[in-house]
């Protein structure tokens, strides 16, 4: 059973800093693809950032330069650092992992991550 864990999610003040954390078990961890999505209030739920199998990453715009996704694959963690954040930044985040040659995406729960201005 695969089960992805977000933790570290909370309120911040704007300018300030989070790190989130997803616990992976269920899946071979070091073959899958990791993601970051975040979902606001009344918004679609988007990218915000991807970290592959080989450690390659991307990032939506609106988050290059002050968040950073990193794997540790001794520990099945993906994390997320989150700095001078903003209340747009405000939304549940989502972990993710997907094979790259599979359709099939596995989802965390979601934490959620408020920042005040």
């Known amino acids: 059973q695969v089960q992805l864990v977000e933790s570290g999610g909370g309120l911040v003040q704007a300018g300030g800093s989070l790190r989130l954390s997803c616990a992976a078990s269920?899946?071979?961890?070091?073959?899958?693809?990791m993601y970051w999505y975040r979902q606001a209030p009344g918004k679609q739920r988007e990218l915000v950032a991807e970290?592959?199998?080989?450690?390659?990453?991307n990032y939506a715009d609106t988050v290059k330069g002050r968040f950073t996704i990193s794997r540790i694959n001794a520990k099945n963690t993906v994390y997320l650092q989150m700095n001078s954040l903003t209340p747009e930044d405000t939304a549940v985040y989502y972990c993710?992992?997907?094979?790259?040659?599979?359709?099939?995406?596995?989802w965390g729960q979601g934490t959620q991550v408020t920042v005040s201005s």
């Open positions: 970290i592959t199998s080989g450690g390659s990453t």
């Open positions: 993710a992992a997907q094979l790259p040659t599979f359709p099939q995406r596995y």
């Open positions: 269920g899946i071979i961890f070091s073959l899958d693809d």
